[in-house]
């Protein structure tokens, strides 16, 4: 695996939902600590290209390639043979995933939340792995809260918290499904600023977002979809203040107000 | 001190004196129904007292005798025993029904479809007099060469033995549906995250589904086991000497009836109660997380109060 090589590479996705096309030829490349945020308009496919990527959704035709491994599907010559679920659960732990709802274990406290798949998936050691968790807790501000549960728990620290059971099962790459949608307004930035530090660790994230600030702050390269395609691809400058595709360059006139 | 502190605090330091006086409203139904009620509960009162058909002294003679105490002990057996293979049939009935594999849901459906459409009376018969139906129970191929085991039938299946298959049968169809109701009340999300953390489908139905599933799942399945217990007494039409078919024993040599047949719903009723505190402490176990509604409050509460200075 050379330098050049991407990350992650995605190559002509299609999926559809029935007679309704949610991915209609998605190509899209990141490369190691890139942090790349796909925008546009809801029902756009945005969500749906994340899901796929994680394998939470099928997919109908086209490869997404993991470190140059191909992702739920072994090659044959021209054939792809759907791979067993427990390969599937092996590829996925190299991704993180952050929901828009958090997706928080409700029975659990927030340590147990995080400590959850070092034990139970990874099997590490539950000593190594507390200790871990309490580390990443501290990292995302949250130390006083490891024994709350999630309904004692603002939104924004929920969602920290998720963060955190996301990097405990140390993750290669992030993804992050519209990770502020659902916080009041006012715990919008805590999330973010989590986020922020990752990126400056060099973290490699896929993140949708409708916090067009932020992307323009953090990315390195901001993906622009539209009805199931990618129709602004380049640098936050490049996209934000140069569009080419007539959609793109409307959807950001909008954004500019 | 301004009134949108006062109104965020968990607890108001010091009451303000009142310059209002407030009448409660009355409650003039509440005093009908008790009229109503305290006449019924006379009237019960005194049947159950004055009329001497009751046979009180009967019903103390037989409340502890030996014969009743042996069929209450056969009830509790039968609703232990197949309270526990119900549960797992129960279990197993859930699993098919909700599997990705499309030939166990089909096979998962149509067996609710059959039992619940069928008397669990008939189905007791129905696995008594399994012999005349299948005289001969093996396992094998049918109409391919000799079974691998072969048994008799009649044998096999004693009134214990097909009250319990009974039972067990008739109870999985049910807890099976409560099973997956409990398991359908889970947020969709919990199912992704735990996928997104690498978990299996099994690991996590038992570390994430269910634990959250359970809570749903135990006031129907409290319900289901109570009525089980009571479900026993079908087991009187194969002959099994449980409580019912005890007393009914008794009574058709004493022809003392009635006193008998309170004997029984003495029993019933002890042990429906205390399956009832049993449940309520379970509910109470299985709340963790949830119930800490008060609790949940006050973060957001002292939050307001922090940002407010």
Known sequence: MTDENPMLQIIDLHKAYGDHEVLNGVSLEVTEGEVLCLIGPSGSGKSTLLRCVNQLEG???????????????????????????????????????????????????????????????????RGTAVAEGRALLETVGLADKRDFYPSQLSGGQQQRVAIARALAMRPRMMLFDEPTSALDPELVGEVLEVMRGLAREGMTMMIVTHEMAFARDVADKVALMDGGRIVEY??????????????AQAFVSVLRG | MTSSQTAVAPTPTSAPPRTRTFVPRRHVDRWIAGVIF??????????????????????????????????????????????????????????????????LRWAGAIYIWVIRAIPALVILLF???????????????????????????????????????GLTIIQGAYVGEIYRGGILSVDRGQYDAATAIGMSRTKAMFRI????????????LGNELITLFKNTSLVFVIGYTELLTTVQLIYSQTYQTIPLLV???????????????????????????QRTTAKARRPRTQLAEEAMG
């Open chain 1, 59 to 125: 997919i109908d035709d086209g490869e997404i390639r993991f470190a140059g491994t191909l992702m739920g599907y072994t090659r044959k010559g021209d054939r792809f043979f759907e791979l067993s679920e427990g390969r599937k659960a092996a590829q996925r732990r190299s991704f993180g995933m952050v929901f828009q709802n958090f997706n928080l274990f409700p029975h659990m406290t927030a340590l147990e939340n995080v400590t959850e798949g070092p034990v139970h998936v990874q099997h590490r050691r």
């Open chain 2, 263 to 289: 004997v029984a719903c003495v029993w019933y009723l002890v042990i429906t109660s205390l399956g009832m505190v049993g449940q309520h402490f379970l509910e109470k176990r299985f709340a963790r997380g």
């Open chain 1, 234 to 247: 380049g640098s936050p400058e490049q996209v934000f203040l140069h569009p080419a595709h007539p959609r």
């Open chain 2, 127 to 165: 696995i008594f007099f399994a012999a005349a139906l299948v005289p001969i129970f093996s396992i094998g191929i049918p109409h391919l060469g000799r079974p691998l085991i072969s048994f008799d039938t009649n044998a096999l299946i004693s009134q214990f033995t097909a009250a319990i298959a």
């Open chain 2, 38 to 103: 305290a006449f019924v509960a006379y009237v019960v009162v005194d049947l159950l007292v004055t009329n001497p058909r009751w046979q009180w002294e009967v019903v103390g003679q037989y409340l502890f005798s030996p014969d009743v105490i042996a069929g209450l002990g056969k009830t509790v057996l039968l609703t232990v025993v197949s309270g526990i293979t119900g549960l797992l049939m129960g279990g197993i009935v859930a699993w098919f029904r909700m599997s990705a594999n499309p030939v």
């Open chain 2, 209 to 220: 589904i269910l634990p959250q599933a359970v809570r749903v799942i135990i006031p129907p």
